[in-house]
């Protein structure tokens, strides 16, 4: 009875502490992304929080549950499938959560206006080399989602809303803030990443071997 409830208090605990982890990770990476563009943080503030959000967060969803082992031994150590997936979720998280942030930012100061196209660059993905009409640049450049497309050229109009504070990339108007995905992303981060946790907790309090 006494190991009953043992194993009862040391589910609970692995599944309190492995939830409590897995949405620090999503949301840190949703978070750090999305505020970038919105606040707008500083560009070496924004670099150091989007290697967070892209790299170092969905990383260590994957990694700490399998480090934080003790009694398995290293050469005998496994990675629970479900751990693959809040790695890949956490970095889609902080890809559209840029986009996400930037999409707010524009509508928050977002400025519209006529501009030019200075240049256009279609070696990969299209960009756009933006100018207003009166000769101010604008800066990021236009993405290819945002409306610089394959027909665009330069010399060409378009109708654009920019970020006077050049952090959130332009766009036509048309650009979505990707509530839907994200929230299905963070969803699934959470879950995957509490499940995979509470599994190598389990595999590490039954082996027998150390």
Request: charged share 20%; glycine share 12%.
């Amino acid at each position: 009875m006494a190991d009953v409830i043992s194993r009862d208090r040391a589910a609970r605990s692995d599944l309190v502490r492995w939830l409590a982890f897995s949405l620090l990770c999503a949301g840190g990476s949703l978070g750090l992304a999305w505020l970038g563009p919105v606040v707008p943080l500083p560009t070496v503030v924004r670099g150091v929080g989007g290697l967070f959000a892209i790299l170092i967060l969905p990383l260590a969803s994957l990694l700490v549950p399998v480090l934080l082992l003790r009694r398995v031994p290293r050469r005998k150590r496994k990675v629970a499938w479900q751990l693959i997936v809040p790695l890949i979720a956490g970095v889609a998280l902080g890809i559209f959560g840029t986009a996400s942030g930037g999409a707010t930012a524009l509508a928050d100061r977002g400025v519209s206006a006529d501009a030019v196209v200075v240049s256009a660059d279609y070696s990969s993905t299209n960009h756009c080399e933006l100018r207003t009409v009166d000769g101010r640049d604008i800066s990021p450049s236009l993405s290819e989602s945002d409306g610089c497309r394959d027909s665009t050229s330069k010399g060409d109009e378009l109708r654009v809303r920019y970020d006077p504070e050049g952090v959130a990339s332009p766009d036509d108007g048309r650009t979505d803030s990707n509530g839907v995905l994200l929230a299905t992303l963070f969803g699934v981060a959470v879950v995957m990443g509490t499940w995979g946790g509470v599994r190598q907790s389990r595999w590490d309090r039954a082996y027998d071997g150390a």
